[in-house]
């Protein structure tokens, strides 16, 4: 069994899952894809259905695909950090319909 081997090789604060909505600490369900990266099972799924378009270049890709960029928001004492989708193949920020997956997401979970 692949997955327990997982579960004893890697701490639980760094099964964080790479679903960019989600991030959050994988206890159990997970899976992972051919480059390492690790995911709720519901999570991959929920990725792998989603379709992205970049007006940059055009091109399409999932959710796994997607590439997260971090950017400071805000000013002075009130800034934070802000996960942003971009395109994996030219980095072009890409709008996402977060409300709408954030609910899909919690039904998963
Ligand atoms: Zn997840
Ligand atoms: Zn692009």
């Not at 639980?12 to 959050?24: A, D, F, P, T």
């Not at 800034?79 to 919690?106: D, I």
């Amino acid at each position: 069994m692949s997955f327990r081997f997982l579960y004893q090789r890697v701490p639980v604060k760094e099964r964080i899952c790479s679903y960019y909505l989600c991030q959050k600490p994988i206890l159990r369900n997970i899976a992972q894809t051919p480059d390492g990266r690790l995911w709720h099972y519901g999570c991959l799924n929920t990725a792998k259905d989603e379709q992205h378009k970049c007006l940059e270049c055009f091109g399409t890709f999932d959710g796994t695909e997607a590439v997260l960029s971090e950017h400071e928001q805000g000013q002075g004492d009130t800034f934070s950090m802000e996960m942003k989708l971009s395109c994996p193949y030219c980095g072009a920020e890409v709008s996402k319909h977060k409300q709408f997956l954030e609910e899909e997401n919690l039904a998963i979970l």
